[in-house]
């Protein structure tokens, strides 16, 4: 019998699940939602499954921006010294890094 994670015999489980259970899930939306999907989906030539993953990682992304932009912001109001000590490391950054212009 194989091992498992939850210590019952002939059975492995992944988050919870037998191994045998897809890692796929239903989501319950409206109609009018779930056609705006597809639409959407067919003019990019995706499927409504990979406009999902591909939203998902672009909601993700921006969240992480703006709470970056958050912190920053924070940063700013609460220690004007470390901000400008962060503006000033950054142009270092920036001119250590930059590509001379052939021009």
């Not at 015999?9 to 239903?26: D, K, Q």
């Not at 912001?73 to 000033?88: G, I, K, R, V």
């Amino acid at each position: 019998m194989e091992d498992t994670s939850d210590g019952s015999p002939g059975r492995n489980f992944s988050r919870g699940y037998p191994s045998r259970v897809p890692e796929l899930t239903s989501l319950k939306v409206p109609a009018a939602i779930r056609d705006r999907f597809a639409t959407a989906a067919k003019v990019r030539g995706l499927t409504v499954r990979a406009l999902l993953d591909q939203l998902s990682h672009e909601v993700a992304d921006a969240a992480l921006m703006e709470q970056a932009g958050r912190q920053m912001s924070q940063l700013h109001e609460a220690d004007p010294d470390a901000w400008n000590l962060y503006l000033t490391e950054g142009l270092r950054w920036e001119e250590g890094t930059a590509e001379p212009l052939r021009a």
